[in-house]
Nanobody
């Protein structure tokens, strides 16, 4: 079973930056895609950014130009560099992964526990 552990959240002032990390562990042969989602207070979960194993990325319009997703395939880790943070970026940020075990079975929709990001002065 794959496990995802997010870290790097916290309290930051508007205009500030944070870098989130998500490390995957388990009997993982490969991870095809990794993504960051977020859930603002009282709202549903929404896609923030996605990256493939080859490094192709895409972003939600509300973070384009401010956030950058990257990954280290050797470490099974995905990052989210968040710059120019706004109060509306306040949310719990979740990591998501899909890939394959050494057994040959695939996994998808695997989630971490989330990390809180609060943007406030």
């Amino acid at each position: 079973q794959v496990q995802l552990v997010e870290s790097g959240g916290g309290l930051v002032q508007p205009g500030g930056s944070l870098r989130l990390s998500c490390a995957a562990s388990g009997d993982i042969f490969r991870i095809n895609s990794m993504a960051w989602y977020r859930q603002p207070p009282g709202k549903g979960r929404e896609l923030v950014a996605h990256i493939t194993s080859g490094g192709s990325d895409n972003y939600a319009d509300f973070v384009k130009g401010r956030f950058t997703i990257s990954r280290d395939n050797a470490k099974n880790t995905v990052y989210l560099q968040m710059n120019s943070l706004k109060p509306e970026d306040t949310a719990v940020y979740f990591c998501n992964a899909a890939g394959q075990y050494y057994s040959g079975l695939f996994f998808a929709n695997t989630w971490g526990q989330g990390t809180q990001v609060t943007v406030s002065s």
